[in-house]
């Protein structure tokens, strides 16, 4: 009692008529797994509306992109990158060119160097003027620039000048031109001697100075130092500013201070609070011409191969050379005893 083919037909496609006329099927039948489900319809968006074509020109496509301030740019193209200490800022040279040899250098005090005055040191220039006017104006800056390079050619040139005309005086010789030979010879010595002993006073008293001149500067993390770049010249005689910060440097040398006086004889010595300040504020401000003036010379530089020898420091508050706390942790707290002849040169 099969079912007949024809019934199957009908069934079916009454099944297709009900599907297509939207009836809704019995939810108790069973659905096929193979049936797919029709696919979701995307929201409708809004056709964006018509943009105007903006030309550039050949020299914005050429120039090159400004950053954003959150890129960490500044002031447009320029990365204002942070300044290390033991950097030189400026060096100011004279402005007279007349008499060399003779005349003091002069200098504008009124012309402040545009690397001064950035963003990164923001220097006043009253306070610029004040500095300069302090150190070129003092008579211990004129004679160490007149005196401490050509004291002792001036010394040699004179002394052979002397032999010279000794000489011609006395075109016969004898035992008399011995004798007197003899003591130009004594006399050449002692000139140079007591030249040396004069050339340390005239830097002990640009260091006093420059010591004082640095008050004004320390605030506005600069240093000021003096270098003689000359031999005959007294206008090769420069001005070098240097950025520096003395925070960190001054914590360590009071550390070194602090030692020093608990060890020394025969007794400890003890400051207050204010005294040990003072006393750590004018260490460095005494040895801040002497480290410049080493720091020019690159003798303070750290060594970077084997043949350059090792260091008994390693690099602190600055990156490529000794800081101020390890210089005068070396020549001052470290110092070795100097023997009398020492002492004097």
Known sequence: MGTSKEEWVSFDSELKVDREAGVQDDPLREVSL??????????RTKTPEAVAEITVSKQEETAPRRLSVDAGIKSGDVEQRPIRNSKIMA??????AHLAWIIPPKYDPTKLPQTLSASGVGLQVDVF?????HITD??????????FSRILPIWVVFSIVVLLLMLISSPDGGFSVMVMTFLWTIMLLVGVFFGIIIRKHLKIGLAQVVSEAN????????????????QLSCHKVVI?????QTQDCLVDIEKQLRISNSTAKPKPILMTHDEMANACDQLLRDHIQIYIKSFVKRRLLFPTRPSEGVSDFRPKHSPKNHCLCQFIEEEYFNSYKKTWYEKLV
């Open 138 to 147: 003092d008579i211990r800056f004129k004679a160490y620039a007149i005196g």
């Open 215 to 230: 008050k004004h500067l320390l605030h506005h993390n600069l240093i000021v130092g003096v270098q003689d770049r000359g």
């Open 240 to 244: 070098i500013f240097m950025y520096y």
């Open 129 to 133: 003027s004040l500095v300069m006017r």
């Open 34 to 43: 193979d049936e797919e489900k029709p696919p979701p319809v995307p929201p």
């Open 91 to 96: 060096t100011v040279f004279p402005t007279n």
